[in-house]
């Protein structure tokens, strides 16, 4: 039998996307186009490999054994016929586009651009912000690497553990707070709070550990990042509850003081991923893009 290897490459983008009209958009060519390579690739196989349940499809029980496959088969394929061999960091020429939180951002961004480009003065960055909803890009290769607090579970995505943040409460120097010993939860809950949220939240996962203890602090404001709440906090007697290694610098250059949240509230470790999508494992530019940014972000928790 003869068989088209462009399916392989139509066959990973519809396993990936889930969707013959991401997959076209992907792969740059039409829906129905899509669609007629979908009726290929099922009679090719045997299997209808995508099954459309409600409104989505969803890959059958074949096509979940052949992702891996398929997406490696496809990988080797590129870089069988790909130019590149050696990474010549000095005429490196390209953008690389990175999603991290704000603060991240701001406490690892000085670092990392130092680095790459004294190491490869062609290269680009593109420091975004993170967006208010879940969005698609790093599967559809917009973005090259991002930021996580929680582990990703979306296929043919991967992630590294840098480290585990905790929680403190940033005041202004002088504060009451920092009179009179150890924090305490009533002292903390009855301060007026500003809670750090992109959509405007006035609750955070704080409020459901102070409530297990009967208690429930007044949150007077939501900053969309923490660069506009640490003025609110410096200028009044606001609370901020921020992780202590990832705003670490950004409290210090505020001349903000932190105190550790009392005992009682018992507040999980945050965890931080970096985050890409397995095309690039095999991106020589990419794992090096990588490498700095571990570096610079394990950094922050190794102070």
Do not use: K
Not at 194 to 205: A, C, I, K, Q, W
Request: charged residues 20%.
């Amino acid at each position: 039998m003869q068989l088209d290897l462009n399916l392989l490459t139509a066959l990973d983008a519809l396993l990936e996307e889930g969707s013959v009209a991401g997959a076209a958009e992907r792969l740059h060519v039409t829906a129905p186009a899509m669609s007629r390579t979908l009726g290929r690739i099922r009679h090719a196989t045997g299997d209808q490999i995508l099954v459309r349940t409600g409104r989505t499809m969803v890959p059958t029980p074949h096509a979940l054994e052949l992702r891996a496959q398929v997406h490696d088969v496809v990988q080797q394929a590129h870089q069988l016929l790909s130019r590149e061999r050696e990474l010549d960091l000095a005429t490196l020429d390209r953008t690389f586009t990175i999603r991290w939180h704000d603060a991240l951002a701001a406490a690892c961004g000085p670092a990392l651009l130092a680095a790459v480009h004294r190491q490869a003065p062609g290269v680009r960055l593109r420091l975004l912000a993170e967006s208010g909803s879940d969005t698609p890009e790093l599967r559809r290769g917009e973005i090259d690497l991002e930021s996580s607090s929680a582990e990703p579970s979306a296929p043919g995505i991967r992630h590294q553990l840098i480290g585990e943040d905790h929680l403190v409460a940033a005041v202004r120097p002088g504060h009451p707070l920092l009179a009179g010993g150890p924090l305490a939860p009533e002292r903390y809950a009855t301060a007026e709070h500003v809670t750090v949220s992109r959509r405007g939240r006035l609750r955070d996962p704080v409020d459901d550990a102070l409530a297990v203890l009967g208690l429930e602090r007044r949150v007077i404001a939501a900053a969309p990042s923490t660069a506009a709440a640490f003025p609110l906090v410096l200028g009044t007697d606001l609370v901020v509850t921020v992780p202590r290694a990832v705003t670490g610098p950004a409290l210090r250059d505020a001349g903000l003081r932190t105190l550790p949240l009392p005992p009682p509230l018992a507040m999980p470790p945050i965890p931080l991923y970096l985050v890409w999508h397995q095309r690039h494992d095999n991106d020589r530019a990419h794992a090096w893009l990588r490498a700095r940014a571990r570096s610079a972000v394990q950094a922050l928790f190794d102070r």
